[in-house]
T-cell receptor, first 109, second 113 residues
Framework: KNEVEQSPQNLTAQEGEFITINCSYS?????LHWLQQHPGGGIVSLFM???GKKKHGRLIATINIQEKHSSLHITASHPRDSAVYIC???????????FGTGTSLTVIP | DAGITQSPRHKVTETGTPVTLRCHQT?????MYWYRQDPGHGLRLIHY???????DKGEVSDGYSVSRSKTEDFLLTLESATSSQTSVYFC????????????FGQGTRLTVV
């Protein structure tokens, strides 16, 4: 079983919709990351969280350490948000990252 | 953008040939990582480095070796490429501070025929 699970695997939304992507993890962590990958593109870090909530533009990330769960929200979605969103964690031991398999988001105009 | 570049960006090679991918950073970060990305598997760690000449294996290290002779360069070598090593390879860097972001290269698409 993967240490990091994401849902849904695939998501299609109409432009303007509110979107939520979920991430659950089963290990102790020191930080959780949300990453974005456009088709054929590189990987960009959106957020790093160790507690609470962060907001950047239309993107909001939350984490509940007790429940081992994080969500990434996109408000007023736009076709340019179409990408794969990846959840990753730093375990609280060691120097490695552990990745979910990603959520593929398509926003239709 | 963090200063991290991968080369080459695309490569096609024949089975059995050695291949070296390069990751170069200008951030003076301590940690460097090589991952492969395959459909259905997400990013999987091949090797990582925690300093010059200090490296360790990841979960999918068989068939790969690495070297880090300078802080800025981390090389990944496929000793004898196989079709199963066809993948997209990403390098990442991270500073020494606890809980810092990782910065990723643009990826190298390798096809072994």
């Amino acid at each position: 079983k993967n240490e990091v699970e994401q849902s849904p695997q695939n998501l299609t939304a109409q432009e303007g919709e509110f979107i939520t992507i979920n991430c659950s993890y089963s290990v102790g962590i020191s930080a959780l990351h949300w990453l974005q990958q456009h088709p054929g593109g590189g990987i960009v870090s959106l957020f790093m969280l160790s507690s609470g909530k962060k907001k950047h533009g239309r993107l909001i990330a939350t984490i509940n350490i007790q429940e081992k769960h994080s969500s990434l929200h996109i408000t007023a979605s736009h076709p340019r948000d179409s990408a794969v969103y990846i959840c990753a964690v730093n375990r609280n031991t060691g120097n490695q990252f552990y990745f979910g398999t990603g959520t593929s988001l398509t926003v239709i105009p | 953008d963090a200063g991290i570049t991968q080369s080459p960006r695309h490569k096609v090679t024949e089975t059995g040939t050695p291949v070296t991918l390069r990751c170069h950073q200008t951030e003076n970060h301590r940690y460097m990582y090589w991952y492969r990305q395959d459909p259905g598997h997400g990013l999987r760690l091949i090797h990582y480095s925690y300093g010059v000449k200090d490296t360790d294996k990841g979960e999918v290290s068989d068939g790969y070796s690495v070297s880090r002779s300078k802080t800025e360069d981390f090389l990944l070598t496929l000793e004898s490429a196989t079709s199963s090593q066809t993948s997209v390879y990403f390098c990442a860097i991270r500073s020494d501070s606890l809980n810092t972001e990782a910065f990723f290269g643009q990826g190298t698409r390798l096809t072994v025929v």
